[in-house]
């Protein structure tokens, strides 16, 4: 959280003031502000400092920086963080390994995760590339009901072929 300029801080000359109970009071100068919030016991908090004249309100700073934590806090807990989980295959993969391989791609996905199905090319399989383009389109055409392609296939190297697999809205 950056720090904000409070009381003796304030370095403009004039500010726009809001008072205590929300209402604004107007383009005043720094001095009037700053008596106008010692007056009714709390702090002239400034605002808004790129603003031209500089936006203050007269508030309780302590409170406001609590509230203002707090509201960070509320943020972070709504964010969801998308995990990439990784599917790792090859292109001469057997049917019931590849079955296994598109229930925990499901599983993936209906937990709400993007997956990233991986092809490994060892040896003279780099060569066929086709291949595991097949198994692939193979696994996206799997999981169609639930997932779409995000993006297209792509190289990883010289010998990885990946897609990302997210679920549809």
Do not use: W
């Not at 950056?2 to 801080?9: A, I």
């Not at 007269?58 to 406001?64: F, Q, V």
């Not at 990784?86 to 937990?111: G, M, P």
């Amino acid at each position: 959280m950056k720090s904000q300029r409070v009381n003796d801080e304030i370095t403009a000359g004039t500010v726009r003031l809001i008072g205590a109970d929300g209402k604004q009071v107007g383009i005043v100068d720094l001095h009037k502000a700053l008596a106008a919030a010692e007056e009714a016991e709390l702090d002239l908090v400034e605002i808004a400092p790129d603003a031209s004249p500089p936006v203050c309100k007269i508030i309780d700073y302590g409170k406001y920086r609590y509230e203002q934590t707090k509201k960070q806090k509320d943020a972070r807990k709504k964010q969801h963080n998308v995990q990439i989980k990784r599917v790792q295959l090859s292109s001469n993969i057997d049917v019931h390994d590849f079955n296994v391989k598109v229930a925990a791609a499901r599983r993936f996905l209906t937990s709400g995760h993007r997956v990233k199905a991986l092809v490994l090319m060892r040896g003279r399989m780099i060569t066929r590339k086709d291949l595991a383009e097949q198994v692939l389109t193979r696994m996206a055409e799997e999981l169609s009901d639930i997932a779409m392609l995000d993006g297209s296939t792509r190289m990883e190297g010289y010998n990885n072929l990946s897609m990302v697999l997210v679920r549809k809205k």
